[in-house]
């Protein structure tokens, strides 16, 4: 929506400032630096913060005090750096399809920050894949809803198990996926040839292979994910005792997570030339 009318806002500075519910220094730069000088709305910032009039979110964030709004936890990441995407499991709140709400909100920026805490959440920034910078790609599967960039189910769950410290654990990220209302398995697929990191087919398949039927994880997109799998071993979560061997994905999983829900069956062949039962992944 456009807030200007002939490049004039519509609003007095002092009054926009007391009603937002999230504005930086540059916004209100942007808004009224045409009649406003930089050094007046620094000084007039600095006035109403002291008044108690507007709140300090973090260096150059501020809230409004008479703000009516609910705070939008989702909406703060991009004050804090304008390239801001929401990311792995904060993405999935984002979407609705999360078990549980954390206490952490993640998000992707090119430059780093300091943990921010605010309303008792921390906002926490981490780099994009490198393969993605290099390749331009860092925007791929990222959609903007409400004027907030996010990842999209398909990219979170990928990334989830590229970085399984901000999943929120397997098992919590199994629980998102019985969530998912459908799934774009092209676009999985291409996200992780961008990524070029072989064990991720693994991971991204078996925990498709759990939800297969729900999500019509047909033989037609596991094979292509197969096809991909490294031939040597990989482990859903860290290397420990205990795990149990899933042979259809040369994969070591947790024993809470190997068995499947539910899969189809038929046989695959990778591209060794070897072949396998596709769905019988349930342990020996």
């Not at 904060?90 to 805490?117: C, I, K, W």
């Not at 829900?261 to 396998?276: E, I, L, P, Y």
Request: glycine share 6%; proline share 5%.
């Amino acid at each position: 929506m456009n807030i200007y009318e002939n490049n004039t806002p519509t609003t007095p500075l002092v009054r926009y400032a007391e009603a937002a519910p999230l504005f930086t220094l540059d916004d209100l730069r942007r808004r009224y630096g045409n009649r406003t000088s930089d050094r007046s709305i620094s000084d007039l910032v600095y006035r109403l913060k002291r008044q108690g009039r507007i709140r300090a979110v973090s260096a150059g964030v501020y809230t409004g005090g008479l703000s009516s709004a609910p705070f939008n936890r989702f909406a703060l990441p991009a004050k804090l750096r304008p390239d801001a995407v929401i990311a792995f499991h904060s993405a999935l709140e984002f979407a609705g399809v999360a078990n549980q709400v954390f206490q952490v909100t993640y998000y992707l920026s090119h430059r780093p920050r300091r943990d921010v805490v605010y309303d008792g959440v921390t906002f926490h920034q981490a780099a994009p894949f490198r393969r993605l910078l290099r390749a331009k790609r860092a925007d791929f599967l990222v959609e903007t809803q409400g004027g907030i960039r996010a990842t999209t189910r398909e990219r979170s769950l990928v990334d989830c198990l590229a970085s399984l410290e901000y999943s929120g654990g397997l098992e919590e990220l199994d629980r998102c996926l019985a969530m998912f209302p459908s799934f774009d398995f092209e676009a999985a697929f291409e996200y992780l040839r961008l990524l070029r990191r072989p064990w991720l087919y693994s991971r991204v398949g078996y925990m498709l292979d759990r939800h297969a039927e729900k999500l019509y994880f047909l033989p037609k997109y596991r094979d292509k994910f197969l096809r991909r799998a490294p031939r040597g071993v990989v482990y859903l979560e860290k290397k420990e005792a205990g795990q149990r061997w899933i042979p259809t994905w040369n994969l070591m999983a947790p024993s809470a997570l190997a068995s499947l829900v539910h899969c189809f069956f038929r046989t695959a062949s990778r591209a060794d030339g070897s072949h396998v039962q596709v769905g019988a992944s349930d342990p020996l």
